[in-house]
């Protein structure tokens, strides 16, 4: 494999967060393989991995590049004429630290990538915690008998810490003094802020020049199909008080993401989307923003919610047993759960474009049918529909959440309110923390160029 310090200019590049296990790893994995399927031989994909420790991430380059050497061998041996060596040579991968719940590690992450990085064709924003801190076995019990797909899809019994924060944001001065900082959400930062962050500060990466035709970048989150409008509450945005912080901060990835080409949000759009700190002011003008959008991976098996080893096994069984039952959201496998995300940042710009055009902007799932083969299904919003149209009801609602109704013309207005005022916190948020942490001479300054 080629040196990972040595990059193509031309490549294409792609950066995942949390890919050191679980459903980022098989992010991971489903980028190799769909990328040396559908992309001409003279194009590299070039994967850039954070995990929250260089020993993490360094093991994950192994086992990426263990799974990369198989799949090449195996299409070598089925397409004659085809270098197994030549197909390896197409994929690099690179390793960065970062911890999303800390700010100032965001700032370093951006600079680094931003100062060694020609550009990024899409970020997909995995990482994340469930912040539980157990389960409700009564209450499993007796939903999971007494309807037991619908338990198993949108799960009640889950229990979630409460008044988590993160550490101090500002390190303490040399006396050890400690500077007066609010609080800041841990599952909110993890799940989202820290994302958000680091989404405006790689924007000038994923920009694209106008000049050249190229298809903007895309900002890909992952969301959850727990995503219930309940659960978030403007006026704890950060759920710090909530009990259910992750479904808070997975409804307001939905909201952020679907109200991102709005005409109510463009002011915080641009801000968030400023290419501002390029070289030359006129630059904006010659690129396109970045693009946002939403998907989510159905209900997989993965270690978000740490089990012991014979409950693992019955959470596999009972999602089994949920598909038979004929659930379209049980993909099970992390692999079968990363179809949607690969598919938005691999699919070609003109696809992704008419299928918005004609149904709206929405949320890409990864969904399964009785045997198992993936697919990637438009999923309904609370308060969106499938895709902010009135009146388009799908035939199939056997996967529809307990708490979704018909989208309304009113519906609709709230949704777009929400969405408002959500990015207008958001950036409110963003510039009131970027100030507070150079005001304390702890902010990472970023270099004006890329």
């Not at 990369?68 to 390793?95: I, M």
């Not at 912040?131 to 007494?146: D, R, V």
């Not at 924060?165 to 841990?186: C, H, M, R």
Request: net charge positive; proline share 5%.
């Amino acid at each position: 494999m080629s040196d990972t310090n040595i990059l193509p200019e031309d490549g294409f590049y792609v950066l995942i967060t949390g890919a050191n296990s679980g459903l980022g790893f098989a992010i991971g994995c489903r980028l190799i393989d769909e990328f040396l399927q559908t992309h001409p031989p003279s194009e590299n994909l070039i994967l850039i991995i954070t995990t929250r420790s260089e020993r993490k991430g360094s093991d994950t380059i192994v086992q990426l590049r263990k799974h990369l050497q198989k799949v090449c061998e195996q299409t070598a041996r089925t397409a004659p004429g085809t270098s197994s060596k030549a197909l390896q040579q197409r994929v690099h991968f690179r390793n960065e630290v970062l911890d999303l719940t800390s700010l100032i590690s965001v700032q370093k992450v951006a600079k680094r990538i931003r100062n060694s990085t020609p550009k990024l064709d899409a970020i997909i924003l995995n990482a994340g915690i469930g912040g539980w801190e157990g389960i409700n076995w009564g209450k499993a019990i007796w939903s999971i008998l007494t309807g037991w797909k619908r338990a198993v899809t949108y799960p009640t019994f889950k229990k979630s810490g409460v008044g988590w924060t993160t550490k101090p944001q500002i390190p303490a001065s040399a006396d050890g003094k400690k500077v007066d900082e609010p609080p800041l959400g841990e599952v909110f930062c993890a799940n989202f802020f820290g994302h958000y962050m680091l989404g405006h500060y790689l924007a000038p990466l994923l920009a694209k020049d106008i000049q050249r035709d190229e298809a903007p970048g895309r900002i890909i989150w992952l969301s959850s199909l727990e995503a219930y409008g309940r659960s978030l509450n403007l006026d704890d945005i950060q759920s710090i008080g909530s009990r259910e912080p992750y479904e808070s901060s997975k409804r307001l990835t939905d909201v952020i993401a679907i109200t991102s080409t709005l005409p109510s949000t463009a002011a915080s759009v641009n801000s968030y989307l400023s290419c501002s700190t390029q070289p030359s002011s006129s630059s904006s003008e010659k690129t396109t923003k970045p693009r946002l959008y939403l998907t989510h991976p159905g209900i997989c098996g993965t270690a978000i919610m740490p089990l012991p080893w014979i409950l693992q096994m019955c959470m596999f069984a009972a999602f089994w047993i949920a598909r038979l039952l004929g659930s379209q959201w049980h993909p099970i496998t992390a692999d079968k759960g990363a179809c949607a995300p690969v598919w938005v940042a691999l699919a070609k710009q003109s696809t992704l474009d008419s299928m918005e055009r004609g149904e709206g902007v929405g949320k890409w799932g990864s969904a399964t049918d009785w045997w198992g083969n993936e697919r990637v299904e438009r999923t309904e919003v609370e308060g969106w529909g499938w895709g902010g149209k009135v009146g388009v009801r799908r035939k199939n609602l056997s996967g529809r959440s307990p708490t979704a109704k018909d989208l309304t013309e009113e519906g609709k207005i709230e949704f777009e309110e929400t969405g408002r005022r959500c990015w207008r916190e958001m950036e409110r948020l963003r510039v009131e923390w970027e100030r507070r942490l150079e005001k304390a001479g702890a902010a990472v300054k970023m270099d004006p160029g890329v």
